[in-house]
C-alpha cells in the first residue's frame, strides 16, 4: 500500500503483481473442487475474517490510529444481517450492503470522539467497546431482537440451482468475490490522493493540517470504513456459520484481528488474507502436540515476529524480493 515513484526500482512490478494475483485467483478457483466440504467451509471463514484483519489494516497502516476494538464492528455487522433478515424480511444479499452501511456509520461516529484522544487514549476507548457491546446485546430488553445470551439463528439462503454447486462452494465463491472486491478498492485507496493525505497524517499529524489536509475528516471516514470491511466480514461470518451470539465477539476476538494484521504486516493489503489463515488455522494444527507441548501458540509467533519482521510475514517478503532485484541488477 506504500505509494512509490514510478521510476523507484524498489517498486514492485505491475507485471509481477498481475501474474501473483492471476496465480492466486487459479488457486483460489480451484481449490473448492478438490477439497472436502468441511475445508472449503473453513478457507470461506478465513476470507470473512481476511475482510476485517484487512479493516485494521487500513486504520493502523494508512492513518496510524489504533483498534483493539474491531470484534464489536464485526458484531454489528453479523447483527445487522441477522435483524434485517428475521425481523424485516431482507434477503441476504440486501442485508450483506446495510451490514455495510450500518457498520461504516458506526465507525463514524465512533471515531469523531476519538479524534481528541491519543493513541493511548484511542486503544484504551476500543478496548472498552469491545467489552461493553457484548454486554448490551445480552440485555432482555434487547431480548427480542438479538436473542440476548442465546443469540439469533440466521436462514442462510441456497445455491441457485443454475450454479451447480454444494453450499459451502457457493458461499465460498461469495466471500471470494467480495473479498477481491475489497482488495482492488483497498489498494486503489492506498494509491489514491486520500491514501497520501492519509499518510501523511500518520507520519506527521500537525505538519499534514497547515498542507490543506482536513485532518478529522479523514481519520473520521478511514474509521467509518474500517469500521465498514469488519461489519461486512462479521456479516458473511454470521451466514456461514448461521448463528450469531454475543460471547463470539468479545475482547479475545478483537484481540485476533489484532494479531492477524501484525502477523500480515499493517501496510499490507494481500497479506490480510495470509494473517487470517495463520489465526484461524494455526491453533487448530496444535492439537497434534503432546500435552507438554500444546502451548497457546499465538503469543511466542508475536514475540517472534515483532523482534525479527516488525513490518510482518508481508514486510519480511518485500525486503527479500527488493534484495533479489537490487542484486539482480548489480550484475
Do not use: C
Amino acid at each position: 500500500m506504500t505509494v512509490r515513484a514510478a521510476g523507484d526500482p524498489r517498486a514492485i512490478p505491475k507485471t509481477l503483481k498481475l501474474y501473483a494475483f492471476a496465480g492466486f485467483m487459479v488457486i483460489a478457483l480451484i481449490m473448492p473442487f478438490v477439497l472436502d466440504g468441511y475445508t472449503t467451509y473453513r478457507l470461506a471463514m478465513a476470507l470473512a475474517m481476511a475482510m476485517a484483519i484487512l479493516g485494521v489494516n487500513l486504520l493502523t497502516g494508512l492513518s496510524g490510529q489504533f483498534s483493539i476494538g474491531h470484534g464489536a464492528f464485526f458484531a454489528i455487522g453479523a447483527y445487522t444481517t441477522a435483524i434485517s433478515m428475521n425481523h424485516l424480511g431482507l434477503s441476504a444479499y440486501t442485508a450483506i450492503p446495510l451490514a455495510a452501511v450500518i457498520s461504516f456509520i458506526a465507525g463514524f461516529l465512533f471515531g469523531w470522539p476519538a479524534l481528541r484522544l491519543n493513541l493511548i487514549h484511542l486503544m484504551l476507548m476500543t478496548w472498552g467497546l469491545s467489552l461493553v457491546l457484548p454486554q448490551i446485546l445480552k440485555l432482555e430488553e434487547f431480548q427480542d431482537w438479538t436473542g440476548g445470551v442465546s443469540g439469533v439463528y440466521l436462514d442462510r439462503p441456497d445455491p441457485p440451482d443454475w450454479t451447480h454447486l454444494t453450499d459451502d462452494q457457493y458461499w465460498y465463491f461469495v466471500a471470494l468475490i467480495i473479498l477481491v472486491i475489497f482488495f482492488w478498492l483497498a489498494g486503489n485507496l492506498g494509491n489514491s490522493r486520500s491514501g497520501r493525505a492519509l499518510a501523511a497524517i500518520r507520519d506527521n499529524q500537525i505538519a499534514a493540517a497547515p498542507m490543506g489536509i482536513n485532518v478529522a475528516l479523514f481519520k473520521t471516514q478511514i474509521f467509518g470504513v474500517s469500521a465498514m470491511y469488519a461489519g461486512i466480514g462479521g456479516a458473511v461470518t454470521g451466514l456461514l456459520t448461521d448463528f450469531v451470539a454475543p460471547d463470539s465477539y468479545g475482547l479475545f476476538f478483537s484481540i485476533t484481528l489484532l494479531v492477524g494484521a501484525v502477523m500480515a504486516g499493517f501496510r499490507s493489503v494481500w497479506g490480510a488474507l495470509l494473517g487470517a489463515l495463520i489465526v484461524l488455522f494455526l491453533p487448530g494444527a496444535t492439537g497434534a502436540l503432546p500435552a507438554s507441548l500444546a502451548v497457546p501458540p499465538f503469543g511466542f509467533m508475536v514475540l517472534a515476529i515483532i523482534f525479527f519482521m516488525p513490518d510482518g510475514i508481508s514486510g519480511l517478503a518485500l525486503r527479500t524480493y527488493r534484495r533479489y532485484a537490487n542484486g539482480k541488477k548489480g550484475r
